[in-house]
């Protein structure tokens, strides 16, 4: 059962940047960051394959984020530029051992969450 470990997130203003990042302890064939403002759903924010490294990207961080993973170490990155306050949540990763998708029910792992603010 694989299990996964957030680091990364924080504060940082309108227009600033932020890495996550979520290290497996194996390597899942999905790996996917999530979020979930106050009172909101949880959405889909990024997806990827971690054998050929195919992306995907939710409209509304198309462009400003980029998804990556280091087959090395199993570990998954969210690079977020350009971050805007409605980008503020708690960004979760999440795998599973079959291909991807962008809908959270469709996840059995989950790692521990970790916060992004920003502020205007």
């Known amino acids: 059962h694989v299990q996964l470990v957030e680091s990364g997130g924080g504060s940082t203003q309108t227009g600033g940047s932020l890495v996550l990042a979520c290290t497996a302890s194996?390597?899942?064939?999905?790996m996917a960051w999530f979020r979930q403002g106050p009172g909101k759903e949880r959405e889909g924010v990024a997806n990827?394959?971690?054998?050929?490294?195919?992306?995907y990207y939710a409209d509304s961080v198309r462009g400003r984020f980029t998804i990556s993973h280091d087959s090395a170490t199993n570990t998954m990155y969210l690079q977020m530029n350009n971050v805007k306050p409605e980008d503020s949540a708690m960004y979760y990763c999440?795998?599973?051992?079959?291909?991807?998708?962008?809908?959270?029910?469709?996840?059995?792992?989950w790692g521990q969450g970790t916060q992004v603010t920003v502020s205007s």
């Open positions: 999440a795998a599973r051992d079959v291909g991807c998708r962008n809908d959270p029910e469709g996840f059995n792992t």
């Open positions: 194996t390597r899942p064939k999905c």
């Open positions: 990827i394959w971690t054998a050929d490294h195919t992306t």
